[in-house]
């Protein structure tokens, strides 16, 4: 319920790493099944933009999706190892 997701905000509030996007608002209203999350912006737009391209360009190499997919890895070794969801 709407105590849970505002005690996860804060845990995902909390969380600092170059590979996370950092958690800059929410909407949540007791009562409501309608909750939002707003996180930064990425640099280059979404993950599955960079991976499969835009649809007015060419798709990335792959030497930079293996660079990707080991920023990815890192995100989720932080999370796993130090982060607040244990």
Known sequence: G???FMSEINKIASLQH?????????HAREGSDQWML????????????LLYGRPD???ID???RVKV?????????FLH??????
């Open 81 to 86: 190892e130090e982060g607040p969801f244990q």
């Open 2 to 4: 709407y105590k849970e």
């Open 38 to 49: 707003v996180f930064e912006r990425l640099f280059h737009g979404s993950l599955d933009r």
């Open 69 to 77: 997919a080991l920023c990815a890895a890192q995100g989720l070794a």
């Open 18 to 26: 170059p590979q996370l996007c950092r958690l800059i608002g929410f």
């Open 62 to 64: 792959w030497s930079t």
């Open 57 to 59: 360009g060419p798709p």
